[in-house]
C-alpha cells in the first residue's frame, strides 16, 4: 500500500506548506514525534523547533515553527502554528542578527526563536 | 466677464477637485478591500483546523477549564467594541457604536457591571467624549491587523476572565464588530465569546463526521490549555480582518457617492454658469444695439 499522509502546515494567516508526505518529524512538548500514515489519531502541544517533513517524491520540507499544534486523523494531519517559516524562507544572516540582539537584551523569547529559525535554515 | 460667472466657475473648480480626491480614495478602498477579503480567507485554514481541534477535545474528554465554564451568577461582563481608527466611512463606526450600546444596556438591565474595551480611535473617541469610563484600547493597525495585534487585544481578555470576579475579573466576554457579509452588506452584531460552548463550536461543524478519538500529547487537559487562548485568539483576529475589510467596503461606498454627488453639482453648476454666461452675451448685445440705436439717432439729428 502506497500508504501517504496528506500534510497542511498552517499559520495564523496563511497556508504555509501543504501536500503528501510519508513522514513528518516534529517536536511535541514531551518530546519528539514522528507520525507515519496509519498512526493513531493524535493531538499534541508543539514546542517551538523545527518541523521535517518527508515528501512523498522524496525530498524534505523543513519548517521553523513557532508554538502550535499538531494534529493527526485519517491520515490527515495538520500542523497549526502562530508563525511557521519554512526554511528556505529564513534569511539566515538576519536570525543570526536577531539571535545576537536578543542574547544582548536577554530576551529569551526573541532568542529562542531566532534559534529554531537558524536551527531550521542550517539543516536544510 | 460677469461677477456672478467668476462665482460659478470658482465653484465648479473647487468641486472638481473634492471629487478627484473622493475618488481616489474610493479606488483606494475598493483595492483594500480586495486585500482584507484574501486576508480573511488566508486566515480561515488555521481557524477552521483549531476549531476542529477544540471540538476534538471538547468532545473527547471532560475536561473542565475556566475558558469554557459558566459561572454561576455573572456580576461583571466585558465587551470588546472594534471600531475604525478613521471615519470617512459612512456609519460603519456609529453602527458599531450603537450596537456595543444596545449590548451594554442589555446587560446592565440583567444587573451586570460592564467594562468596555475598546480597538480603534472612532470607539475612543465617541467613549471619551461622553466621559465614559474605558477598561482598555487599541489603536493603530485597524486597517492591516496582524495577528500580533490580535494576540494584543486578546490577552488582557482572557487573564480578566481568568482572573475571580471579586479581584476585578470577569465572567463573560462579548465582542462587538462588523461582519462582512458581501461587498455592499456589512453587518453590526454582537456575539458571546467567552465562556466558550463547546457544543455551539461544534454545531458549527458539518453534520455528520464522526471525530476519531484522539490519543493527546501530553494530556488532554493540556492540549485544552493551551488550545482555548489561541482559539479566543483565532477568533478575535477573524473578528478584526473582518471589521477591517467592511470598514473598507463602507469607505468606498461613502466615496463612491460623495463622487457621485459631486458629478451632480458640477453639472448642475455648470448649467446655472452657462446660463449666466448667456445672460451677460445677450445683455452685452442689447447694451450694443441700444447704444447703434442712440448712435444713429445721434448722428441723424446733427445732420438735419
Known sequence: MAAELHVALVAADREVWSGQATLVVARTTSGDIGVMPGHQPLLGVLESGPVTIRTSEGGTVIAAVHGGFISFADDKLSLLAEIAELSDEIDVQRAERELERAKAEGDDVAERRAEVRLRAATAR | MGAQLRVYKRRIRSVTATKKITKAMEMIAASRVVKAQRKVAASTPYAAELTRAVTAVGTGSNTKHPLTTQAETVTRSAVLLLT?????????????????????????????????????????????????????????????????????????????????????????????????????TQQALDARMLPLSIEEIAEERPKGEILPLYDFEPSAEDVLDALLPRYVESRIYNALLQSAASKHAATRRAMKSATDNAGELIETLSRLANAARQAEITQEISEIVGGTAALADATAGSDR
Open chain 2, 84 to 184: 475604525s481608527d478613521r471615519g470617512l466611512a459612512g456609519a460603519f463606526n456609529s453602527n458599531a457604536i450603537k450596537a456595543a450600546e444596545q449590548l451594554t444596556e442589555r446587560l446592565e438591565r440583567e444587573g451586570k457591571q460592564v467594562d468596555i474595551y475598546i480597538v480603534g480611535r472612532r470607539g475612543v473617541a465617541h467613549y471619551n467624549f461622553r466621559e465614559r469610563k474605558i477598561a482598555e484600547s487599541w489603536s493603530g493597525f485597524t486597517d492591516e491587523p496582524t495577528y500580533a495585534d490580535a494576540k494584543k487585544v486578546a490577552a488582557p481578555l482572557i487573564e480578566a476572565i481568568e482572573t475571580e470576579t471579586a479581584e476585578g475579573g470577569v465572567d463573560e466576554l462579548h465582542i462587538v464588530y462588523t461582519e462582512f457579509v458581501s461587498m455592499m
